[in-house]
């Protein structure tokens, strides 16, 4: 028989883990396309104004980071570097102009993906960094 906290935490953890999995299956084919160096690759380095010799490096960067996140013993240090990473797209697209929400901010819902994963799983975190209610 089932309690109610547990049946929260099996949804928390279900929770979680799809919202982490999203993150990574987006990031690692990000990484992917940039070290494949496609078409599209071409075309947006071109449109953001970086030389395309930076598509590899940055891929390998985005990945690194990417495994340490989906490794359970570093990934709050994945998530932090994640996050770095994600903020410079975010200075990027905003430096072209990029519409608002549907491209500038998007590095930003990633993010949440990445860190409300986490914290769903990880009760310390949650302890450092507590979401309370207002009475």
Known sequence: MQTAAQSTSKAKLWTARILSGIAILFLL???TIHLMVIQPVV????QLGI????AVPLGI???VCLVLYAIPRSSIFGAVLLTGYLGGAIA???RIG???FSTAL???YIGVMVWGG???RDELLGKIIPLRREN
């Not at 075309?43 to 071109?46: E, I, L, P, T």
């Not at 030389?51 to 930076?54: A, T």
Request: hydrophobic share 55%.
């Open 106 to 108: 998007f590095p930003v």
């Open 98 to 100: 990029a519409p608002l």
């Open 118 to 120: 986490i914290y769903l």
């Open 43 to 46: 075309d947006s380095f071109n």
């Open 51 to 54: 030389p395309i010799q930076l």
């Open 29 to 31: 084919f990000d990484s």
């Open 92 to 94: 990027i697209q905003l």
């Open 61 to 63: 960067i985005e990945l």
